[in-house]
């Protein structure tokens, strides 16, 4: 079975050769039949595809030169959307043409478009944006990182649903255990949004839950999904990779500072490096959408071709595992 | 001129012992005339003022054997608090006795009891909890941390403007620049309440006003003041606080698990231990309740006698400075 990916090339910071070295770098380790559909403008991407001849043996390039306008409001960037690479991409899997959509571009967008096109389950106002965090112990999975800016506590029932599903495929874990971020364990802590979620948590059959958990928790791992809304989500992942960068900027300076510095830093790279390694954002990079009738996967936006590697190989999974479908099923029982 | 501090000695998670000892250490290098008032249980505090020589010149015990309940409803502690600790403690600078109030207890009671009984300018509902953090350049100031989970533009305009004085004292600047925490730099990001609270910055003629910035900008020091609702600077705060955490043990794991390690570690220790006190939230522990007619200091629940004696020098500090009145004079203005 061929499984057929749509990329939005256009959409990142880095421009689409992060998106075809990115890609090119998976096939080179990849055992499974694919084929890529590159939207994008073909004056950039021809030239790139000579250089990555893995990519161009199993794609095809639609010419798409137009790209979204992200200086425009996200009403105007949708209305005119449709003839850009994104909107394209997105439309070829509502069509059935593609199995799923891959985009670095602006994550209001790419979620609209992807609503409107590849539709949510009938429940789902809006689909959430999940995370994978590295972990004391194990990962951590957090949603929703930035899509839902406001919840009710029925969303947030719905976003535990669909994280559950979700992280069973990428934890390999039945029952994951679940939180809810708030600023304070005890029950008296966080607006009536999220007090009256924690009883709706609390007494639901499909939710195994944990109680609150704060900000210091998310990379503990004591628990394997937090929920929240996506504002806070987003406000919480752009924090951690804010520290991340900031502890190696200060920890390069130091090491580079000095006689001694430099020394240390060549006796400690092997650690250091391994150290960086679970620190880097790239290696979560990736997240679908959740909650949609299809996969449509936001790949960071300043993607390089590591990270967007990594979107690639967490796609590729998600279609050999039926995501969709599994959600479905999940909502489905708890009508 | 005597400055004179009420302690309650009561409040945090390590006891009184961590209270007076990191008073101890503070006067051993101050230079000051200091008294405190000691409120808290004789029978624990008599033994440990044996073996602090310094505090034990210049203070008084006053006797309190009751603690704040953690576990009774917010209402209940406040109803039941007049006689605890840290009420005693509180109303010593409401009645002058005392020029400020330091506590490690909970934030949410001795924000409520400084409200009740120091009382608040005319102007401000509720206090408001700044806080320093370390950055790339300088130091960032963020507020609210947490005394007000739900904010009106209105009340963004309040912290920006007691910020503002905060920060001229901690960072020896006049009118330092001033952001607002969002999940994106473009002005249609984030709620009504941020859109709106930023045309009134852009428009305040006492407000340095930069615009948005989001959670990775906290720790790159580009901006002096960040400011946002206590939610979400709570998010914030502990997400920073579990990040560093997170670096350290995973840091002391790789170079403990190795001869290789071991060896690194014996090697960088010098510049590891400079990171690692730049990450020590110790070192920026203490901050008063802005808004209050006087100083009250909430010094974090798991403070030990570093991370106290560190409030103590800010408490001094803020009564030198006079706070309030600047504060005052601030608030004023902009009428």
Request: proline content about 4%; some cysteine.
């Amino acid at each position: 079975m061929v499984f057929k990916i749509a990329i939005d090339a256009a959409g990142g910071d880095l421009g689409p050769s992060a998106v075809l070295f990115g890609i090119e770098d998976f096939l080179k380790s990849n055992k499974d039949q694919l084929h890529f559909t590159l939207f994008g403008d073909e004056n950039e991407i021809l030239p790139l595809l000579s250089q990555t001849p893995y990519l161009q043996k199993c794609s095809t390039l639609h010419h798409s030169p137009n790209k979204i306008d992200r200086d425009s409001t996200l009403l105007n960037a949708i209305r005119k959307s449709a003839k850009t690479s994104m909107g394209l991409a997105v439309s070829s899997v509502a069509k059935k043409e593609n199995q799923a959509v891959i985009s670095c571009g602006e994550t209001g967008i790419f979620m609209a478009l992807s609503k409107m096109h590849i539709k949510t389950f009938s429940d789902i106002d809006r689909p959430a944006l999940p995370g994978f965090f590295p972990a004391l112990k194990g990962k951590t999975l957090m949603m929703d990182l930035g899509a839902n800016i406001e919840c009710t506590p029925n969303r947030l029932v719905q976003f535990a649903l669909m994280a559950s599903s979700y992280a069973s495929i990428l934890l390999k874990k039945e029952n994951p255990t679940i939180a809810l971020l708030n600023i304070g364990t005890e029950d008296a802590k966080g607006d009536d949004v999220l007090r009256e979620a924690a009883i709706m948590f609390e007494n639901h059959p499909d939710i195994n839950y944990k109680g609150f958990v704060e900000g210091s928790d998310i990379l503990k791992g004591r628990i394997d999904i937090i929920i929240t809304d996506g504002f806070t989500g987003n406000i919480a992942l752009k924090t951690i990779e804010g520290a991340a960068e900031f502890v190696y900027k200060i920890l390069s300076n130091f090491f580079a500072s000095s006689i001694r510095g430099k020394l240390s830093y060549f006796v400690a790279r092997p650690i250091l490096k391994k150290v960086f390694k679970i620190l880097d954002q790239r290696t979560y990079n990736g997240a679908p959408f959740l909650g949609l009738k299809g996969i449509a996967v936001k790949s960071h936006g300043n993607s390089d071709a590591k990270a967007f590697a990594h979107a690639v190989e967490l796609t590729v999974n998600l279609i050999k595992e039926k995501l969709p479908e599994r959600i479905q099923a999940k909502l489905g029982e708890n009508k």
